[in-house]
């Protein structure tokens, strides 16, 4: 399958500073890249959407000026989190795929990003 | 009531076994509906996607979507070891492109 990778798999941040997270496409090139966040034993819950070359979609509570989104490219998004807290700790993942929605019926996944902010 | 519901386990079985995962949801627009297996702290890798209602087999591996019941089943024959991992259930609407996921069922095979 397409291979979708995301850096760092771990970081360790002082709270009020920020972190970026990458999400690369490798082999393929997706218009539209997913973003979500994993509780421990919980399911993955879609923070937004991110578009290439225009703004992102967020879900209903998801604070856009904490949670910056950029897809500058093809084959890139970022997420930002801005002036983190404690209670950012999660599990970051990201996903994407070579067909645009709804057609994309595969949807592959990076190996994730675990955040946690001390 | 969520989207889509999934019982989170754990479910724990003898290596051999025949594994039956089940998810409902409460979304009649969705038509694309996926197995995701994901190891513990790695990213979800997509096992199964079926459209609309039916059965699709892949080896070891069986999914099967009811819409008249909104009802979704992955079966896992011939249970491994190496199939412990946890099993997300994920449908998505033709309309928004957007994957709702279950809560996620532990398995563990044991030897």
């Known amino acids: 399958g397409a291979v979708v990778s995301q850096h760092p798999s771990r970081v360790i941040c002082k709270s009020g500073t920020s972190v970026k997270i990458e999400c690369r496409s490798l082999?393929?090139?997706?218009?539209?890249m997913f973003w979500y966040r994993q509780f421990p034993k919980k399911s993955l819950m879609l923070m937004a959407t991110?578009?290439?070359?225009?703004?992102?979609?967020?879900e209903q509570g998801v604070e856009k000026d904490k949670f910056l989104i950029n897809h500058a490219s093809l084959t890139l998004s970022t997420l930002t989190v801005t002036s983190a807290h404690p209670e950012d700790s999660s599990f970051y993942i990201c996903?994407?795929?070579?067909?645009?929605?709804?057609?994309?019926?595969?949807?592959?996944f990076g190996q994730g990003t675990r955040l946690t902010v001390v | 009531q969520k989207e889509v519901e999934q019982d989170p386990g754990p479910l724990s079985v003898p290596e051999g076994a025949i594994v039956s995962l089940n998810c409902t949801y409460s979304?009649?627009?969705?038509?694309?509906f996926m197995w995701y297996r994901q190891y513990s702290r790695k990213g979800p890798e997509l096992l199964m996607y079926?459209?609309?209602?039916g059965n699709k087999e892949d080896g070891r591996f069986t999914a099967q979507v009811d819409k008249s019941s909104k009802y979704i089943s992955l079966f896992i024959r011939d249970s491994q070891p190496s199939d412990s991992a946890t099993y997300l259930c994920?449908?998505?609407?033709?309309?928004?492109?957007?994957?709702?996921f279950g809560q996620g069922t532990t398995l563990q095979v044991k030897p």
């Open positions: 996903s994407a795929s070579p067909q645009r929605p709804p057609q994309d019926t595969e949807a592959f």
């Open positions: 082999d393929f090139q997706a218009t539209t």
């Open positions: 991110s578009n290439e070359g225009s703004k992102a979609t967020y």
């Open positions: 979304n009649s627009a969705f038509q694309y």
């Open positions: 079926t459209y609309s209602s």
């Open positions: 994920a449908a998505r609407s033709s309309n928004t492109g957007k994957l709702i």
